[in-house]
Structures are given as structure tokens and as C-alpha cells.
């Protein structure tokens, strides 16, 4: 193993699905700020819709969501009237109506089973503006999909479905807590075509206790083999601080930083074997999916939800700890249930947490996205067109000469590229434009 390459998988960066990242958001945000930045969003303003539902039957050990375990039917029924106050409330304080995108995470979203799931989105339809061309999508535990639940979302609109897989090996997956043949992947691929959800998205890890290398490239083997449209691919991300559950595996069985690196290797180059492109640092897809097309054509953005190709005007959250941006900048929810279900009782927005954007942080956002998605980015001429002069962000050639050294990029003049060889280790070119991260207290997982 390169010495400097295993230097550089050690240390960490943010995962920059946001600029500025979550940790920055400040509690001066709340409901009035949300009025106003929905009231002023244009009557033609395209929206993406994000419902996030915190539930799942049970928590696999390894999980950094925002969910707990729930086998109560009660619960569901009240976060599925909340979330129906909580869209009314949005519907009357905007103009907005035009719908681009829907996506439902969690937890599990899934566990809302049929009805509920076909009224909240019935509901959506009558207040908004939802099409054929809406993307409306759906992550799905494949343990607990049937024909009922397939037919449900079907009906609902719902035209592509992200399956978490993560490991197909009977040993990795019992110290992991998530107990999950292949059949039951393949059954669950089986039903959606069946019900006529074609785009079909795997989500796979790596770093996971006791994984190895061969580990992994089985499990791409064979989530390759039921010919999905998309895969995404994450390392795992070992942070018990946060996520106390997490205590419960043993991090002396966590594969090391040469093995994570070697692991991630291996999954790439088994996918791309298998006919996929890879996208962005963690994604592939089939030459022809959509965002194999929006990565050629430097049309791919990155949001919550990691690449993507919504291009909507304002991003709505709904549902506990949902983060949404506006064009004025980010929103998020409570991240208690109580404290949510009450606000939006009141007919105030859950709102907690979020943040305005300056004129910097647009540009540094911008700067990041493009390096995120395009691995290359001419950061002058993005100083240009913020109205900074050229040079605003040279400060950045520092840690980018060293990264530089490392083979990571190359810098010619103001434009910034990322080497094939340093596209595992983007987010440290990222975190280079970052004014927020030297001031920082929160702790990063590691860069690869």
C-alpha cells in the first residue's frame, strides 16, 4: 500500500452534501424565517418534496440514520396525520405548486404500509402540482416489502426504489445486525419490476466488521448481477459518539485504513466490470440512466440525498430531522418527535435549526458542489461570477499545493482537477474551500 495514499484514507473531511455543512446550522432559524423564505418563493418555483420517517422494525448496529425501532401500528397513524397538517401548512404559505421531485427516507418509509403511504401521497397531489415527470422516490428495507406495499406505491406514482443491500455475507451481516439472504434482495427486485418500478437503486458498504476485500466483491458480484440502474456504494462510517448503538460492534473488527482502501478498489472495479460507470465519488449507474447522463453533461448536482439529478428551485422538508434549502438558505426539522408533532400542531413550522447564506457561502458552495460532482472546478472564474475578485478564494492553494504533492489534483492557473488517483480522496480537495471547517468542533469520518 502507498504510504501517502494510506496517510490520506486516514484523515477526515465532511461528506459536503451541504456547504455550509450541518454542524454550522444555528438555532436562529426557526418558523418566522420559514414563512418568509417559502412566501417568496416565485408562483413558478419548481419544488422537490423530502419526507423523512424516523421508524424501522428494528436498528441495525452499523445505522446512522435518524430512526428508532417501532412495532407499534398507533405511532404511525399520528406521524401520518402530522405529516398531512405539516403539508397543508406549507401548501398555504406558498405560491409554489409545480413538483420536480419526492423522495422518501428514514428509517424505513415504507413501514407506513399501504394505506397511510397512498394517503399522504394522495394528499400531496391535491395540494401540488405532481406529474409523470415527477422522479418520486423510495428507500425500501427488502425484508419487509410484499406485493400489497409494491402495488401501494405503484399507484402512489412512486417510479424508482433504493434498496438497502450493504453486504450480501452471512458473516458480516451477523455482526452487523442485519439479518438478509440474497433471496430476499432478489425476491424485492423481483416484486417492484413485477409492479412496474423499474428504476431500481442498490445501496452497498464497505468497512464493515470482519468485511474483506473478497467479502465485498461478492456482494457487488451480485448486486450487479440483478441489474439494477444505479448502485451507491458507502464506506462505512464508525462514529459511536453520535450514534451510541454503534457501541455494540467491536472496532477492533473494523477493517483498517489500507483495507478500506483496497475494499473500496475492489467494488469499483467489479461494477465497472459489470458495465456501470462510476459517478461522483461513491456512485455508479447504467451508461444510460439519467444520472449517468446528468454526470456527462456536468448537469449533476449533490443535495441530503447524495447525487442527484433534481434540479429543483427549493428543496421542502417534511417530517422529523428533515433538512431542506431554499434559495435564501437551509432548513431543518426538530429532531424529537414531541417537539415536532407540536409545532406543527400549533401551525407553526418544526423548524429548528438552519442557516442564511451569505455571498461567500453560495460561492464556496458552489465551488464544492462542482468539485464534488465534475471533479474539476475553475474557482476564479466561480469567484467571478459571485462578484469576488478572482483571487477571493486563493488561500485555498495551500492545502491544495500539498494535496497536489500527493497526486490528489493538479492546479493549473485557478482551476483545480481531481487525479484519478485522488478521486477516493475528493472531500479532502473539497474541505480546501471550506472557511468553516479550521473553526469547526465536529468530528468527520474518514476520507475514504
Known amino acids: ?225 440483478l441489474d439494477p440502474t444505479r448502485l451507491a456504494v458507502f464506506g462505512y462510517a464508525h462514529v459511536p459518539w453520535f450514534k451510541t448503538h454503534q457501541k455494540l460492534i467491536d472496532a477492533a473488527a473494523l477493517p483498517g485504513a489500507a483495507e478500506r482502501l483496497a475494499q473500496a478498489a475492489a467494488v469499483r472495479a467489479t461494477l465497472e466490470r459489470a458495465g456501470y460507470e462510476a459517478i461522483g465519488l461513491d456512485h455508479f449507474a447504467r451508461p444510460t440512466d439519467p444520472l449517468a447522463i446528468a454526470a456527462k453533461n456536468g448537469h449533476m448536482r449533490r443535495n441530503f440525498q447524495g447525487y442527484t439529478i433534481d434540479q429543483a428551485d427549493a428543496l421542502l422538508p417534511f417530517g422529523v430531522s428533515s433538512i431542506g434549502r431554499l434559495p435564501q438558505g437551509y432548513v431543518g426539522n426538530a429532531t424529537d418527535l414531541a417537539g415536532w408533532r407540536r409545532a406543527v400542531e400549533a401551525d407553526r413550522f418544526a423548524v429548528t435549526r438552519g442557516l442564511a447564506f451569505t455571498r461567500e457561502d453560495r460561492a464556496r458552495g458552489e465551488i464544492i458542489e462542482r468539485l464534488m460532482c465534475d471533479f474539476a472546478v475553475d474557482y476564479g472564474a466561480m469567484a467571478l461570477a459571485h462578484g469576488f475578485a478572482e483571487d477571493a478564494f486563493d488561500a485555498a492553494r495551500v492545502p491544495l499545493s500539498a494535496l497536489a504533492a500527493d497526486g490528489v489534483v493538479t492546479v493549473e492557473g485557478r482551476r483545480v482537477t481531481v487525479t484519478p488517483r485522488g478521486q477516493p480522496f475528493m472531500r479532502l480537495a473539497a474541505a480546501a474551500f471550506d472557511a468553516y471547517l479550521e473553526t469547526s468542533a465536529a468530528r468527520h469520518t474518514v476520507a475514504v
Open 1 to 225: 500500500m502507498d504510504p501517502a495514499a494510506l496517510a490520506l484514507a486516514e484523515r477526515s473531511a465532511p461528506r459536503y452534501t451541504s456547504y455550509p455543512t450541518a454542524p454550522h446550522f444555528s438555532k436562529e432559524i426557526g418558523d418566522a424565517e420559514m414563512r418568509a423564505w417559502l412566501a417568496a418563493l416565485d408562483e413558478g418555483a419548481s419544488l422537490s418534496l423530502y419526507f423523512h420517517v424516523p421508524f424501522c422494525t428494528a436498528i441495525c448496529s452499523y445505522c446512522g440514520c435518524h430512526t428508532k425501532a417501532l412495532r407499534q401500528e398507533a405511532p404511525l397513524t399520528a406521524y401520518k396525520e402530522t405529516l398531512l397538517r405539516e403539508l397543508e401548512l406549507t401548501a398555504q404559505t406558498t405560491r409554489a405548486r409545480r413538483v420536480t421531485s419526492i423522495h422518501w427516507g428514514g428509517g424505513t418509509p415504507s413501514i407506513l404500509g399501504p394505506s397511510r403511504f397512498g394517503e399522504i401521497a394522495e394528499r400531496v397531489r391535491d395540494l401540488f402540482a405532481v406529474s409523470d415527470e415527477t422522479e418520486h422516490s423510495i428507500e425500501l428495507d427488502p425484508r419487509i416489502l410484499d406485493a400489497a406495499l409494491v402495488e401501494a406505491l405503484a399507484r402512489a406514482g412512486v417510479n424508482r426504489a433504493s434498496l438497502g443491500v450493504q453486504d450480501l455475507n452471512p458473516h458480516v451481516q451477523e455482526v452487523s445486525g442485519r439479518i438478509q439472504p440474497y433471496e430476499i434482495v432478489e425476491r424485492a427486485v423481483g416484486l417492484l419490476r413485477a409492479g412496474g418500478i423499474e428504476a431500481i437503486n442498490l445501496d452497498l458498504m464497505y468497512g464493515l466488521p470482519r468485511q474483506s476485500v473478497a467479502d465485498v466483491e461478492r456482494t457487488a458480484s451480485l448486486a450487479a448481477g
